[in-house]
């Protein structure tokens, strides 16, 4: 915090640097405002319809890496044993860690001598974190198509069909699907961190797709072809957010990443603090990470679209830049202390500004709202509270962004994977 008193203390003592420091500000609410309005008017666009097969579908292999996943692996283990997919044609493979310390290995091991789909994979190094375990399992796979979860992940019956046919594109290398939050009831942090998973899976990565921006997938769900794996190769097992990078090679490697919402998992979120600190740490960390690696490749790349270019460049920066945002804090408590800003910033700009910022939120719910009611579903009532917390909650995010930046620019510190820790629990 020592570093955000320097940058911000002198707006005291400079009137050029209070407008610049004021300035930088609004720039970067101007863009995150545009975007999300952009990402409201594009998640209208009509899911697409596929090519229905009656046979034919290709052979599966879905990998699922676990570590202590004891709490959630009979939940998950059932919900792909339940796959409406051809059982001949499908095997589940299960990478789990020796030394893992609770029931892992237990519970894989008795669904397999029930199960001859289920195939365990026994890793006896925990090194390398979850990329290393994934490319380890790729060795033992035998499907043209690849699915990857995280263990906490529970599939709906109906999205390994989909997949396939959303995949069946001579374009299409990955096809990504909706995460959604099973435990949004265990605490307050929870359903904040639900209903924000909800508005960046339904909205928001769903319209980059459908504006050919940058589509990325979460290493929590995903489909690939296995001629994909092939031509990009493994895995990067230095970067903390490895599905962000490989994302980022489809991309760069002049292929696409197809985005339906229909295909739906359930995962568990961090309910404690703790636990959502250290996730969204490395999350930070990693796409830090991607942008020092990527920022330049894709500015000479020849394969990206002008548009998916702008889109890529523009997100990487901004997960940098963003942390400038946490400088608003210290405005706001010179502003107490006496400081006049009046004279730079209009009334009305800042009415304005808190309205937007009011509204957003509550206007971006009504709309994913909107989409799961036409579903089947019924009105997330519980929701609201979560809507209204959004913005205090994505502040909170750039102090742990601000950790993350400290970590990999600042003190240089090895990045380390650190496990998020698994409950069980479920709405």
């Known amino acids: 915090m020592a570093i955000v008193a320097l940058i911000a203390i ?37 899911l697409p319809h596929y090519f229905l097969r009656d046979s034919n579908w290709p052979y599966v292999s879905l990998v699922i890496p676990a570590y202590n996943e004891e709490q959630v692996l009979k939940r998950t283990i059932a919900s792909m044993l339940a796959l409406d997919y051809p059982k001949n044609m499908l095997e589940i493979i299960y990478v789990y860690e020796s ?9 894989i091991l008795d669904y397999a001598r029930s199960y001859s ?28 198509v690849i699915g990857i979860f995280d263990a906490d992940h529970s599939i709906e019956p109906a999205a390994l069909k989909l997949a396939v046919m959303a995949l069946d594109s001579p374009k299409v290398a990955c096809v990504k699907g909706r995460c959604r939050t099973i435990n949004k009831s265990e605490s307050i ?25 940058l589509s990325v997938f979460g290493g929590g769900q995903f489909f690939l072809k296995r001629s994909t794996l092939e031509s990009l190769g493994p895995f990067d097992e230095e970067i903390m957010t490895e599905d962000i990078d490989y994302s980022l090679r489809i991309h760069e490697a002049g ?12 995962e568990e979120t961090p309910a404690s603090f703790s636990n959502w600190f250290s996730q969204r740490k490395r999350w930070a960390r990693g796409w830090m990470q991607c942008t020092r690696v990527h920022t330049l490749q894709i500015i000479f790349n020849t394969k990206m679209s002008f548009v998916k270019k702008i889109d890529a460049i523009s997100t990487l920066i901004m997960s940098v830049l963003m942390v400038v945002m ?9 502003v107490y202390f006496g400081l006049t800003l009046s004279s730079l910033i209009p009334y009305w700009l800042i009415f304005w500004i808190g309205l937007l910022l009011t509204i957003s ?17 019924n009105m997330h009532w519980k929701d609201l509270h979560a809507l209204v917390l959004i913005w205090p909650y994505q502040f909170l995010q750039l102090f742990v962004a601000w950790t993350a930046l400290e970590d990999e620019f600042m003190l240089k510190r090895k990045s380390e994977y650190v496990k998020t820790l698994r409950t069980g629990a479920i709405s």
């Open 255 to 266: 292929l696409e990443i197809r985005v339906d919402p229909r295909i739906v998992t359930w």
């Open 326 to 334: 946490i400088l608003t804090y210290p405005l706001v408590i010179f």
């Open 361 to 377: 939120p509550l206007l971006a719910g009504l709309i994913v709202w909107h989409y799961d009611i036409k579903n089947g579903e």
């Open 99 to 107: 030394k893992s310390t609770d029931r892992t290995e237990e519970i």
């Open 117 to 144: 789909r289920i195939i365990p994979v026994k890793r006896e190094s925990s090194q390398g974190g979850k990329a290393a375990a994934l490319n380890f399992g790729l060795n033992f796979v035998q499907g043209e």
């Open 10 to 46: 002198p707006v005291f003592f400079s009137q050029i640097y209070l407008i610049f420091y004021i300035t930088v500000l609004y720039l970067m609410l101007i863009i995150v405002a545009v975007r999300f309005y952009l990402s409201l008017a594009f998640s209208i666009r009509r």
């Open 189 to 213: 942090l929870a359903r904040v961190a639900g209903m924000e998973r909800d508005l960046i899976e339904r909205l928001d990565i769903y319209s980059r797709y459908v504006m050919g921006g």
